[in-house]
């Protein structure tokens, strides 16, 4: 394989011994590259943008600058220049972390647990390098039931309106954090056609994955919960 073609890791944590078995699993691969380490936020920042990585493994707690910041940094600058913004893995040692949930929030893609399998990480790497953030997306709904309780609801978006309604079914369900097979049995679709609705509802919001999507839906208090919960009431014979 071509180091054109390689998948560009970079490295974001303040612990070197965990650098360092991070260093020899991406190294090990022949479909991955390290394209830096960096010790701290600050340095990642600066790393990103004069390495341009594919994918960017974010801790959450470091010195000098945290990964949100970083995250929220990296992100930015990209877009600002006119760059595809590389796709960003939290590090966190919680499942349920407020931090990697504000790290979501500023553009990264996922999270994935510190003293997750190595096999993990490296599918988690090739996944989210590939577009799909489905690894996380449950994950992701959970995370934001259980840290959004208490935040205000931003109003609907006008963007939003431009879904047609077979689209805004779709965008509920994949919000919720359904596979598109699950998608696809639930509405009597085929995988194929749930994969162009999902595209064309990304492309419409400007969102780059379904993470997200998780995001926006419940920022803007589009996740369903009333109809859920309207069905759960019908299904166990409750007229409340």
Known sequence: ????????????DDQALFRAGVRMLVTSQPDLELAGEAANGAEGVQLAAETSPDVVLMDIRM????????TTQIVE??????RTPPRILVLTTFDLDEAAARAIRGGASGFVLKDAEPEFLLAAIRTVHAGSAVIAAGATRELFQYFSSSEPVKPQPPEFGNLTSREREIFVLAARGLSNSEIASTEFLSEATVKTHISR??????????????????????TGAD????SRRRSDGSNA
């Open 1 to 12: 394989m071509s180091a054109a073609e390689r998948i560009r890791v970079l490295l974001v």
């Open 63 to 70: 010195p000098v600058m945290d990964g949100i910041a970083a």
């Open 77 to 82: 600058n990209a877009t600002k220049e006119g």
């Open 201 to 222: 509802i990304l492309s419409k919001l400007g969102l780059r994955d379904r993470v997200q999507m998780v995001v926006y839906a419940f920022e803007h208090g589009l």
């Open 227 to 230: 109809e859920e919960s309207s």
